[in-house]
């Protein structure tokens, strides 16, 4: 990952981190900013309530508002007690004019001075207080007060805005920092990628220059005329013949691999003979296995049905996995080659006791590029696409690849196909 890349994702998070505290510190600020208009506007219609009472008790008799009070007076606000006196027509035509308006759901009351409720359009029951207006005349240290019933409150709506935007602010920084932490994973995995090929170039021209090198070097020398060994001449040729076989192997992985990512890689099946396909495979191994003193057991099941497939291309898999084999058999130097139906399908399968692979990386060895990151296998030559190859033919003829393997017990790898 480049530098600007990591600075980018820091800006992003940053931001993110700033818009968040912004965001909270604000939802706060207009939390108190709505209570506060909720309290102010509740004493506005609470003294708006009292100034109207007090205008409108100017037109009651004033000895009907002295029997109001005095019964008051005597701490006896019962329904019984004051129904003579709230049955008056002007007292009961005055309260309705102004306490039994539609502020609904608010409710408003008259309190006495001892702030009982005296009179409500409706039972006050479980409702909250919010906010309260003496009266000045007509009924002095008389109030009144603005009642919420229960399930309703301001305070309550405005909690629940809060709580709302603050979970579509969380949402909004939820998606941020998932798509920061999506565009790291892709830029890691792009740098990666990067990597890989450019190790993938590396590799690919060590591989091909090795090759050339001994092809040109053993061909001056035969042309020189150097040898004059019949049976040494004899073995240059055979290496020579050996290391542009290699040469042909890893050009045709590449050209493949070039194929199968511009999707232009296609497939020619027919009917194929199993055991030919398998001596076919490893003839081209038969002076590297000798040289490299292979214990070589090859065995094929009697009676295979013949199997529709592209036989090049599952003999270049085929190949691919003996060459791994070679190249990570380590000191025990047997590979056992062998072909079998198992569960109804052609199994062909390549088996080393080499340095074998970790369980961890048994679904990354797949991977295009990818190569096991230990000391005892980096050294070795491959382009880290031979297996992506193998796997791709075992898809492309509706089969599968499988591997077996465990730190210093070796390696089997099976290809599993269709029998049709």
């Known amino acids: 990952m480049t530098t600007f890349s990591r600075w980018a994702l820091v800006s992003v998070v940053v931001a993110s981190a700033v818009l968040a505290a912004l965001g909270w510190i604000s939802l706060r600020q207009w939390e108190r900013s709505a209570e506060v208009v909720v309290r102010e506007q509740a004493r506005d219609m609470a003294a708006m309530a009292a100034e109207k009472v007090e205008m409108v008790l100017r037109d009651v008799p004033r000895d009907v508002i002295v029997r109001l009070s005095d019964a008051v007076a005597a701490r006896d606000t019962r329904p019984d ?66 009642y919420q019933p229960p399930g309703f409150s301001p305070h309550g709506a405005v909690r629940r805005q809060v709580m709302l935007f603050t979970t579509a602010l969380g949402v909004l920084l939820v998606v941020i920092l998932a798509g920061a ?41 035969l042309e020189m005329g150097r040898v004059t060994d019949a049976a040494k001449r004899e073995e240059y040729y055979r290496v020579i013949t050996r290391e542009s076989e290699r040469l042909s192997r890893l050009i045709d992985n590449v050209l493949d691999f070039s194929r199968i990512e511009g999707g232009r890689r296609t497939y020619e099946r027919a009917r194929a003979a199993v055991e030919p396909l398998v001596r076919e495979s490893l003839e081209p191994f ?81 991977e295009k590029f990818y190569r096991v990151g230990r000391s005892d296998t980096q050294g070795r030559r491959g382009s880290g696409v031979g297996l992506a190859l193998v796997r791709h033919v075992a898809h492309a003829h509706g089969g599968r690849v499988t591997v077996e393997s465990r730190p210093g017990a070796g390696s089997r790898f099976t290809i599993h196909l269709p029998v049709r």
């Open 81 to 146: 007690a004051l129904a003579g006196v709230l049955a008056d027509g002007a007292v009961r035509e005055a309260l309705q004019k102004t306490l039994g308006g539609p502020e609904a759901p608010t409710i408003l009351a008259l309190l006495d001075p001892e702030e009982r409720p005296v009179y409500a359009r409706e039972p006050l029951g479980d409702a909250r207080r919010v906010a309260s207006s003496r009266l000045r005349e007509g009924l002095p240290g008389w109030q009144v007060a603005l």
């Open 181 to 221: 932490v999506t565009t790291y994973r892709l830029m890691r995995r792009e740098s990666e990628v990067a990597q890989l090929k450019a190790d993938f170039v590396a590799n690919v021209s060590h591989d091909l220059k090795t090759p050339l090198s001994v092809i040109r070097m053993f061909g001056e020398t």
């Open 286 to 366: 038969a002076y590297p296995l000798a040289q490299g003193g292979f214990k070589v057991d090859v065995s094929v099941a009697p009676d295979l049905p013949d199997v529709m497939i592209d036989a090049a291309a599952v003999g270049q898999a085929l190949g691919n996995l003996i060459d791994n084999a070679i190249k990570y058999s380590g000191e025990r130097k047997s590979i056992r080659v062998a072909a079998a139906l198992v569960d109804g399908a052609l199994a062909l399968s390549v088996a080393d006791e080499g340095i074998g692979i970790a369980p961890a990386e048994h679904a990354r060895i797949f």
